[in-house]
């Protein structure tokens, strides 16, 4: 049901908070690493409605649509409507991807997608593999949960 609406989804496990020392009041960068598809992520994340730490572990997904039939966003949300994606979910961004790229020749390419959530940024890096139907401008949802550890 979920499986063609959702283009991305692993678990992660943050390495570091700011790495790079905390520029924002409200908002912090993660740098985590996927279990399963042996990608890197840093993400920016509004830290004052949800918290996360060092070692914390979340799934993370990127989904085209929070529709569960898999009809487009209308750009508007309604609490009222029926049930979608994003209720399985703790923290939901809507943004548009603004780079892909790769680096590396032969066996040793690294494919990396560059998203903005409303100025929030993320980075995710890796296998082409797991990036290769994502296109420049696709719009995109990100979905995360935390696993309780």
Not at 2 to 12: A, C, G, Q
Not at 25 to 44: G, P, Y
Not at 53 to 70: C, E, I, P, Q, R
Not at 106 to 134: N, Q, W
């Amino acid at each position: 049901m979920t499986s063609n609406i959702i283009l991305f989804e692993d678990i992660f496990v943050i390495d570091q908070i700011n790495p790079d020392g905390k520029k924002f009041d409200k908002a912090c960068r993660i740098v985590a690493q996927s279990q399963n598809c042996d990608m890197s992520m840093q993400l920016d994340i509004n830290n004052d409605i949800y918290p996360m730490d060092v070692n914390d572990k979340f799934t993370m997904a990127l989904a085209s649509t929070l529709n569960y039939d898999g009809t487009p966003d209308t750009g508007y949300y309604n609490a009222a409507k029926r049930k979608n994606l994003a209720d399985k979910y703790e923290y939901v961004m809507h943004g548009k991807l603004y780079k892909l790229s790769e680096e590396g020749s032969g066996r040793s390419i690294t494919a990396e997608l560059y998203a903005s959530f409303g100025g929030l940024l993320m980075c995710l890096k890796g296998d082409p593999s797991h990036v290769a139907h994502f296109e420049l401008d696709q719009r995109v949802f990100l979905l995360i949960r935390k696993i309780n550890k």
